[in-house]
């Protein structure tokens, strides 16, 4: 062959030492070098979808927030923008240098004062699954408020995907809740893993006599499971259920509501949390 013909492609350093390694070693070795150098320098792409909490208008925010994203090889740090109304989900595609290998951790800061909810951050590194980062903690983003921080810090938990099934009582009209943000702790042998909140979107979840279906990935092995932990953290629609089933991989439980307790933010009315074993 010729130079001009070994050398045919992004990654040509390869393929020319295939026909030339015997003879230049000297020449293989320059050209192992540029072919690592292309295969490192080329950009990759990261992508971030934010979902904004939709349950108060304040939730969302016009002020700065960043985002660095922690990866096993090397870290990121970006703007990820200043329009985050309430309920809105925004997707943000950048184009990187950086080797991130696998996603682990992300932060979150924030430049001002209007506070800011966010619910879910996920980020998708080149080809990967997409690492869902869950605001399991319920914090929030402000640099000026009693009941929020500047900065908040998020892990991944695991590999397993958790469902849980929750069925709504059909026993009274007012079983149904149009106003609760709900999110759960699973308890197994070999540990906790909490979720993010129940809810699918676009749908009218919690209706009478309807079983819902809410799918959490990302979650840790709890093995096998032995109880859940309901968390009521905003809104003043109680909720009633009858049953709540979580199946984590290949484990599955159902619990029963047998005091027929109610699930609300507003303890004149109900629990805000409700631990079922």
Known sequence: GTLSSGINAEYGGYLFVVFYCKEMKL????????????????????????????????????DIISIRVHGASEDVERILGSDFPAGSVKEITYNIDENLGNVYCIDL???????????????????????????????????????????????????????????????????KSDNI???????????????GVFDNQDIDDFENGETNSFQFVGMRNVGNIKCIALRAIAGPDAWLFTTIKVTCGKKTKTFTNKYNAWMTEDSTQGLSYYKLC
């Open 27 to 62: 020449l293989c070795l320059t050209l192992v070098l540029f072919g690592a150098t292309l295969a490192w320098g080329k950009q990759k792409t990261l992508k971030v979808t934010v979902y904004t909490e939709g349950h108060s208008e304040e939730a969302g925010t016009t």
């Open 109 to 175: 800061e924030t430049d001002g004062d209007d506070w800011w909810w966010p619910r879910t951050i996920t980020v998708q590194y080149e080809n990967k699954d997409p690492v869902y980062f869950y605001n399991s903690f319920n914090q929030k983003l402000s640099t000026d408020a009693g009941d929020a921080a500047p900065a908040m810090w998020m892990c991944t938990q695991g590999t397993s995907t958790c469902t849980i099934e929750a069925t709504t009582s059909d026993e009274t009209d007012h079983a």
């Open 181 to 195: 943000v709900l999110m759960a702790t699973i308890y197994g042998a070999k540990g906790p893993t909490m979720t």
